[in-house]
């Protein structure tokens, strides 16, 4: 079956312009993930859903960070004013409730000149 | 400090030797531990993982852990070209969603 997909795979930005990176989970997973990752780095924990539950949303760097998700499916993350800093791979994963495993997506690769 | 330390290379090994990467953590309640494979522009995908102390085998690979040291390997044996990624490790608290990852190693096997 299809995979995590994520769009775009790449953006170009210039400084202080607000983005959108979306991400269409696997049908029927209803954890859902983002990660970012920067140049020659591991990846960091950015925010999590589950269901209906409130997210948990300590990984966010900044206020000018934020998330959504459409019930169980669609995730947008959105990152106001940005800043040369914020140039990374933004990564989102998706599981199955309780699972252990985390199926990511190929990423939107952003660049913020 | 990082709560994952991971050696971040390169390393350089020809095809068919024996590979270790390794990861050391500070937070002795990680129960989960992981090792994802990236291939340059790819999302991460999970190659195996652990729950708790001992070792897990699959195909050429095996991944050990040893909380007394806080220390975790995976061996690639009869390394193949196709096993260059970059190898990260990921360590879970138990009832946690959110991995902790290493920084990653990135591994090139020369034909």
């Known amino acids: 079956g299809a995979g995590v997909s994520q769009s775009p795979s790449n953006k170009v930005t210039e400084k202080g312009k607000d983005v959108e990176l979306r991400c269409d989970p696997i049908?029927?997973?209803?954890?859902l993930y983002w990660y970012r990752q920067r140049l020659g780095q591991g990846l960091e924990f950015l925010i999590y859903f589950q269901g209906n539950s409130a997210p948990d949303k300590s990984g966010l760097p900044s206020d000018r960070f934020s998330a959504e998700r459409t019930g169980e499916s669609v995730s947008t993350l959105t990152i106001q004013r940005t800043q040369q800093e914020d140039s990374a791979v933004y990564l989102c994963a998706s599981s199955p409730r309780r699972a252990v495993e985390q199926f990511f997506g190929p990423g939107t690769r952003l660049t913020v000149l | 400090q990082k709560e994952v330390e991971q050696d971040p290379g390169p390393l350089s090994v020809p095809e068919g030797a024996i590979v270790s990467l390794n990861c050391t953590y500070s937070n002795s309640a990680f129960q989960y531990f992981m090792w994802y494979r990236q291939y340059s522009r790819k999302g991460p995908e999970l190659l195996m993982y652990?729950?708790?102390?001992g070792n897990k085998e699959d195909g050429r690979f095996t991944a050990q852990v040893d909380k007394s040291s806080k220390y975790i390997s995976l061996f690639i044996r009869d390394s193949q070209p196709s096993d260059s990624a970059t190898y990260l490790c990921?360590?879970?608290?138990?009832?946690?969603?959110?991995?902790?990852f290493g920084q990653g190693t990135r591994l090139t096997i020369n034909p």
């Open positions: 049908s029927g997973h209803t954890a």
């Open positions: 990921a360590m879970l608290l138990q009832g946690a969603q959110k991995l902790v």
């Open positions: 652990t729950y708790s102390s």
